[in-house]
């Protein structure tokens, strides 16, 4: 039997993240092409993440006339939890391509789901739901032997042209049954060069655990769910030293929505670290409240912690208890300045347009971000994810648009305090005013990591802020 596997995240086809040059390999995706050779189902393999559209793709399958095509999202890349209906147009153009030469489409995305109904509709003869790569193996061997796919758990197909969704499949709770991922079939020089064009160094992404057991209302989890499992460091740091070792990788970016959190963790991690004599650095997602402990910060400062992104999402208390966030804005403030003094970057993750925000909220989220000095700030607006509690709240509002195209679309969906047009322009603003502060420090003795092009850019960033700030009002 032959089998075909892609994913149809194409960086091209959303310009915000092609400009950042910052492209990573789908890393879900040949976790699942590992697992499934290591069971003897060997696989072609093409990766769409760097072409401009699904054309290519299409012609790979035309070529493999494959039995089963597979289109594995990687679950571990928040953007492919978005949901973007440029991408989720490719795979429909994908799908069209392999049922044209006859094959089985197997397909596991947070889009589809979310929509599984629609990517039947589509001609996805299976769709895997949340975890994948145990319901994949076993519909993989159920079409090798030509058995009925009704026991398999975990997937919705179609009987008599009706889709059926089947019962769910248990998580796997010891990570480390799953292979390491097949970096092999990448051609991480591809990825590498479009690194090197732009102002970061170039870095991989890998993972240590699946889910996240924190209850924010907003935050959907299609994929891994609300669940908190890890691999064990000793199979971490194994396929970090082969990346060093193999690949001249020393910058990483580890997906996990919360690193570390199961006790002990970073401690063998970091004795792992030093007895191996890498040296690397990393960037993690954490929580406020979480990274208080003195010893948790010293150990991973030392095993190579170089940036941490927090979920501060905004600096109204209120809106925060609203969103179910669980912290408060004082360990927002006392964890930016404990990680700065360990020498770690913070950067903040800002949501604008929550349900019952006001003009004093969003100034009190700029005042936070002035105070607090975080290192970098990445700015949203609120977007209802279905399975979400918000997007429940929400959904009676939103009209035929409910996914944006691409991930700066910023288009507000639902019936917000302001327009969609006044949170765009807040977000521009936040932007600007930030990286002229960023410039002020770097004149002035601050951080020596903050690029001197910002001090060029002071009276550009002033003029932008200014202007923007006149059209907010």
């Known amino acids: 039997m032959k089998i075909f596997v892609t994913h149809s995240y194409f960086y091209q086809l959303d310009p915000k993240q092609w400009i950042n040059k910052t492209p990573y390999p789908p890393l879900a995706t040949i976790t699942a092409l590992a697992h499934l050779e290591a069971n003897d189902f060997a696989s072609d393999f093409y990766d769409v993440a760097l072409d401009p559209s699904p ?10 006339n494959p039995d089963v095509v597979v289109i594995y999202e990687d679950g571990f890349n928040y953007l492919t939890k978005m949901c973007l209906t440029n991408m989720r147009h490719a795979c429909f153009d994908i799908i069209e391509t392999a049922k044209s030469k006859g094959a089985t489409v197997i397909v596991s995305s947070s889009d589809s789901t979310d929509h599984w109904e629609l990517y039947h509709e589509k001609g996805a003869d299976v769709i895997i739901h949340g975890e994948g790569e145990h319901s994949l193996l076993e519909v993989v061997q159920k079409l090798e032997e030509d058995a009925d796919l009704s026991t398999v758990n975990g997937i919705s197909t179609k009987t008599s042209g009706t889709p059926i969704k089947h019962a769910p499949r248990t998580n796997e709770r010891d990570l480390d049954v799953f292979a390491q991922a097949k970096w092999e079939v990448i051609d991480l020089e591809s990825y590498r060069s479009i690194w090197n064009q732009g102002k970061f160094p170039f870095t991989l992404n890998i993972s240590t655990t699946r889910g996240c057991p924190f209850k924010c209302n907003w935050c959907a989890k299609p994929i891994y769910g609300n669940r908190y499992n890890s691999r064990s460091p000793e199979r971490v740091v194994e396929e970090m030293k082969m990346l060093q070792e193999k690949c001249g990788v020393k910058h990483f970016w580890i997906t996990d929505d919360i690193f570390g959190l199961k006790p002990g963790w970073v401690t063998k991690f970091n004795d792992l670290i030093q007895e191996s ?11 406020a409240d979480l990274l208080m402990q003195d010893k948790t910060i010293d150990e991973l400062a030392a095993s190579g912690l170089e940036e941490v992104w927090i979920g501060a999402e905004s600096g109204s208390q209120k809106i925060l208890d609203a969103m179910d966030k669980g912290i408060t804005l004082d360990q927002i403030k006392k964890s930016t300045k404990f990680l700065q003094s360990k020498g770690v970057r913070v950067a903040y993750f800002l949501q604008f347009g929550y349900l019952g925000e006001t003009k004093e909220d969003v ?11 975080p290192d970098d700030i990445g700015i949203s607006v609120s977007y209802p994810l279905p399975g979400t509690k918000f997007y429940d709240t929400v959904k009676a509002q939103m009209g035929e648009k409910s996914n944006w195209e691409d991930s700066d679309d910023l288009d507000l969906m639902f019936e917000g305090t302001f327009s969609p047009d006044y949170y765009r322009a807040l977000q521009r603003f936040v932007h600007h005013r930030f990286r002229m502060k960023q410039g002020w420090r770097k004149l002035f003795g601050g951080r020596s990591y903050v690029s001197w092009r910002y001090v060029a850019l002071i009276p ?14």
């Open 460 to 473: 550009y960033n002033w003029m932008k802020a200014t202007t923007l700030k006149r059209k907010l009002g």
């Open 55 to 64: 054309a290519n793709c299409q012609e790979k399958i035309a070529e493999a």
């Open 277 to 287: 004599g890498l040296h690397l650095k990393y960037k993690i997602q954490s929580r």
């Open 363 to 373: 100034q009190s989220t700029l005042d936070m971000v002035q105070e607090n000095a």
